[in-house]
């Protein structure tokens, strides 16, 4: 349990630049799961991270703590083809996929599914879909937002026991858009900065990127 917070164990999250929070992103694997790198600076104003010397009383990750572990195949034990490849993590309500090291949010479940899907018959693929659909609509499920608050938030409450997200490995680069004078655009994965530029500039006469590396 975290003894009351001094000055020196927490970041001052009022004027946090972006540098400590990007790090700790970076340490566990997290950039790749947000779409957009303002999306986790604005996490510094989440007002409750200011004082998290109540929160070591609350009910808060019960089942990781009486349950030994996050556990995050349990939700799929009759599914033998999701396990496979997602993992849901109840305390962060947060669902990873494997294959593609990507958080998947609720809107993207039935697109993800048929992608993993693809090769099977269309008869069993409709029943295993509806299966798989079931499965995860049962599981509570955050923004990233929300997501990387209760892992910024378990972090601090059991300093020890967070590791890097096997399902995303470590990301050794971000990237930058430079397809337009005015857009500056940092993105943690490949997949993402492509399709913001085939989405954002498709008239754009200099199409790239910048491989901004982790230093
Ligand atoms: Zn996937
Ligand atoms: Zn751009």
Redesign the pocket.
């Known amino acids: 349990m975290a003894s009351p917070s001094t000055s020196n164990d927490l970041y001052d999250l009022n004027d946090l630049n972006e540098f400590p929070l990007s790090k700790e992103l970076k340490e566990l694997g997290l950039l790749s799961i947000f779409k957009e790198f303002k999306e986790f600076q604005e996490l510094s104003f989440y007002p409750i991270l200011k004082d998290l010397t109540n929160l070591a009383s609350l009910p808060l990750f019960k089942s990781y703590r009486e349950g030994g572990g996050f556990k995050e195949k349990e939700p799929f034990k009759e599914s033998a083809k999701l396990s496979s ?1 997602l993992s849901y993590y109840k305390e962060f309500q947060l669902i990873l ?1 494997l ?2 090291s ?1 958080a998947i949010k609720p809107a993207n479940y039935k697109g ?1 599914l048929e ?2 899907f693809r090769g099977i018959g269309s008869k069993e693929k409709k029943g295993l879909i509806e299966k798989s659909l079931s499965i995860l609509k049962g599981l509570e499920v955050s923004s990233l937002k929300g997501s990387y608050f209760l892992i910024l938030l378990f972090s601090k409450l059991f300093p020890f026991s967070l590791y890097p997200f096997k399902e995303l490995g470590l990301k050794k680069e971000s990237y930058q858009c430079s397809s337009s004078q005015e857009c500056s655009l940092i993105l943690g994965n490949l997949y993402s900065i492509k399709r913001h530029i085939r989405e954002e500039h498709p008239q754009a006469l200099n199409i790239g990127y910048r491989v901004i590396p982790y230093f």
Do not use: D, Q, S, V
């Open positions: 490849f996929c294959e593609c990507l993800h992608k993993h």
